[in-house]
């Protein structure tokens, strides 16, 4: 079993519709929760970032995590066509643990 | 302009020829990263540096090799490239972990 998992979709919605986007993950000692989105044919750039539980809001963006369920999301209302790219989870312990454990990401299509 | 930038983009190599990848940034960020990406498996650290001269392996380190003899510089080996290695390869780079992680554009490997 992989440690972060992350329906890969692909999802896709029209413009202005919400858009939920989950991850699991099984290990508890994870503390830091982050978001990428990923256009095509580019490096991953980082979108949210929260550290242990609670929601965060940017935007139109808002991530949450539940610790005690070991599920994060990320909702992003309004949608809009430029939000297509692939979405990727991305996670790690405390600690000074520099290593971050991905899931295999969610690709999203907004249709205008 | 703050960036990582990588050398090649595109490559085409056959089995056992050695080569190397270049990952560059311009920020004086300490910690640096290598990362492949597979459909399905979302990203995967290979090696990380936390400054010159350290470097520690990451979750799929075998067949490669990195060094940090510069803090701006993060070049990434294959010694003997197999087919199982073609993949999308990313560096990455950023002052210390919670921090915004930039991401280079990526380098396409093909091994034949």
């Known amino acids: 079993q992989k440690e972060v998992e992350q329906d890969p979709g692909p999802l896709s919605v029209p413009e202005g519709a919400i858009v939920s986007l989950n991850c699991t993950y099984s290990n508890s000692a994870f503390q830091y929760f982050m978001w990428y989105r990923q256009y095509s044919r580019k490096g991953p750039e980082l979108l949210m970032y929260t550290y242990s539980s609670g929601n965060k809001e940017d935007g139109r963006f808002t991530a949450q995590v539940d610790k005690s369920s070991k599920y994060i999301s990320l909702f992003i209302r309004d949608s809009q066509p430029s939000d297509s790219a692939t979405y990727l989870c991305?996670?790690?312990?405390?600690?000074?643990?520099?290593?971050?454990?991905f899931g295999a990401g969610t690709t999203v299509t907004v249709r205008a | 302009e703050a960036q990582v930038t990588q050398n090649p983009r595109y490559l085409i190599t056959v089995t056992g020829k050695k080569l190397t990848v270049t990952c560059s940034q311009n920020?004086?960020?300490?910690?640096m990263s290598w990362y492949r990406q597979d459909p399905g498996l979302g990203l995967r650290q290979i090696y990380y540096s936390m400054n010159v001269e350290v470097t520690d392996k990451g979750d799929v380190p075998e067949g490669y090799k990195v060094s940090r003899k510069e803090k701006r510089n993060f070049p990434l080996i294959l010694e003997s490239p197999s087919p199982n290695q073609t993949s999308l390869y990313f560096c990455a780079s950023s002052p210390r972990i919670g921090d915004t992680q930039y991401f280079g554009p990526g380098t396409r490997l093909t091994v034949l």
């Open positions: 991305a996670m790690s312990a405390e600690g000074g643990d520099y290593k971050l454990s």
């Open positions: 920020m004086n960020h300490e910690y």
